[in-house]
């Protein structure tokens, strides 16, 4: 692989790992969900926009079938979560995320079980050349990229948002202003999987393979690490902080070439320091890259 190769498959990946970190951000830095289970959306929205595409629908109808998929059970398994506090929260959507994975790894008549579906068309290929193709790719998972960066945006700077933020704190101010709190919680968990579902649908298309062993539940891991590197409640943040944990994710993959050391220890060692790296911030820098930037009210008047 070429520098320019291996460039744009790194900004490839961390356009779709951004869309995915500024998913959970809406859901967790805004909202204050905290979704451990959000791998199951990014599944989701992979098998989802590869059946449809391969069944004959067009890959935009896909990338829209895959977010209304994700969007859907997102919605559903907020339903008797809603009113659960943060850590049964956090362990009904990882249960979700495994049963999910479980289900595409053992069925046999939709998507070949383990052995996973291959060959997934992508998106204009017969306009371009095997050289060119990837940049076209990077070019449209920019554009993607930028729709869920501004939606997501304009979102939270809404009085929809505005409730996201008082939520987060607790639960009193909200229900004292007369909101649902239980209603705004399944609708942000229904909207970030949307969105993880689009980054799945980005992602199947470019590899053009996928099976349940993409989506293992360390992938949540790494997007919550990019959520807390980034900064949580900032969509930049989230954007900086996949970028920041992808270069080294995927650079770091070729350090066996220069470094006497087995590919299976590398691994290891890698995710031991993206653990180590969010507990840094964690302890030093909490608030990550670029923290939120909460907006001050001054009340004016004469007196």
Same mark, same amino acid.
């Given at each position: 692989?070429?520098?320019?190769?291996?460039?744009?498959?790194?900004?490839?990946?961390?356009?779709?790992?951004?869309?995915?970190?500024?998913?959970?951000?809406?859901?967790?830095?805004?909202?204050?969900?905290?979704? #451990?289970? %959000?791998?199951?959306?990014?599944?989701?929205?992979?098998?989802?926009?590869?059946?449809?595409?391969? $069944?004959?629908?067009? #890959?935009?109808?896909?990338?829209?079938?895959?977010?209304?998929?994700?969007?859907?059970?997102?919605?559903?398994?907020?339903?008797?979560?809603?009113?659960?506090?943060?850590?049964?929260?956090?362990?009904?959507?990882?249960?979700?995320?495994?049963?999910?994975?479980?289900? +595409?790894?053992?069925?046999?008549?939709?998507?070949?079980?383990?052995?996973?579906?291959?060959?997934?068309?992508?998106?204009?290929?017969?306009?371009?050349?095997?050289?060119?193709?990837?940049?076209?790719?990077?070019?449209?998972?920019?554009?993607?990229?930028?729709?869920?960066?501004?939606?997501?945006?304009?979102?939270?700077?809404?009085?929809?948002?505005?409730?996201?933020?008082?939520?987060?704190?607790?639960?009193?101010?909200?229900?004292?202003?007369?909101?649902?709190?239980?209603?705004?919680?399944?609708?942000?968990?229904?909207?970030?999987?949307?969105?993880?579902?689009?980054?799945?649908?980005? +992602?199947? %298309?470019? !590899?053009?393979?996928?099976?349940?062993?993409?989506?293992?539940?360390?992938?949540?891991?790494?997007?919550?690490?990019?959520?807390?590197?980034?900064?949580?409640?900032? %969509?930049?943040?989230?954007?900086?902080?996949?970028?920041?944990?992808?270069?080294?994710?995927?650079?770091?993959?070729?350090?066996?070439?220069?470094?006497? !050391?087995?590919?299976?220890?590398?691994?290891?060692?890698?995710?031991?320091?993206? $653990?180590?790296?969010?507990?840094?911030?964690? !302890?030093?820098?909490?608030?990550?890259?670029?923290?939120?930037?909460?907006?001050?009210?001054?009340?004016?008047?004469?007196?």
């Amino acid at each position: 692989m070429g520098v320019l190769s291996f460039l744009i498959y790194l900004s490839i990946m961390t356009g779709i790992y951004a869309i995915l970190s500024l998913s959970l951000n809406f859901q967790y830095g805004f909202a204050g969900l905290v979704n #451990f289970g %959000h791998v199951a959306f990014f599944c989701i929205g992979a098998y989802a926009s590869t059946l449809l595409v391969m $069944g004959g629908v067009p #890959f935009l109808a896909g990338v829209l079938g895959a977010m209304i998929f994700a969007g859907i059970f997102g919605f559903l398994i907020s339903i008797p979560t809603a009113g659960l506090k943060e850590d049964y929260w956090a362990i009904v959507t990882i249960a979700a995320a495994e049963i999910v994975r479980l289900f +595409f790894l053992n069925e046999a008549w939709l998507a070949e079980g383990a052995f996973g579906i291959r060959g997934i068309p992508q998106p204009l290929r017969a306009l371009f050349s095997t050289s060119t193709y990837p940049a076209f790719y990077l070019g449209m998972v920019l554009v993607f990229l930028g729709i869920t960066y501004f939606a997501l945006r304009l979102l939270t700077r809404s009085p929809f948002g505005r409730v996201l933020k008082a939520m987060r704190e607790g639960d009193d101010l909200p229900r004292a202003f007369g909101k649902n709190v239980l209603r705004f919680r399944m609708k942000s968990m229904a909207i970030g999987a949307a969105f993880a579902g689009l980054a799945g649908s980005l +992602f199947a %298309h470019y !590899i053009t393979f996928i099976c349940p062993w993409n989506f293992m539940p360390i992938e949540t891991f790494i997007i919550w690490a990019m959520v807390v590197v980034g900064g949580q409640g900032n %969509h930049l943040g989230a954007i900086a902080g996949a970028a920041m944990i992808q270069v080294f994710y995927v650079s770091t993959r070729f350090a066996k070439d220069y470094i006497p !050391i087995e590919a299976e220890l590398l691994a290891s060692l890698r995710m031991v320091i993206i $653990g180590l790296l969010v507990v840094l911030f964690m !302890i030093f820098r909490r608030k990550g890259l670029l923290g939120e930037k909460k907006r001050s009210y001054r009340l004016s008047g004469e007196g």
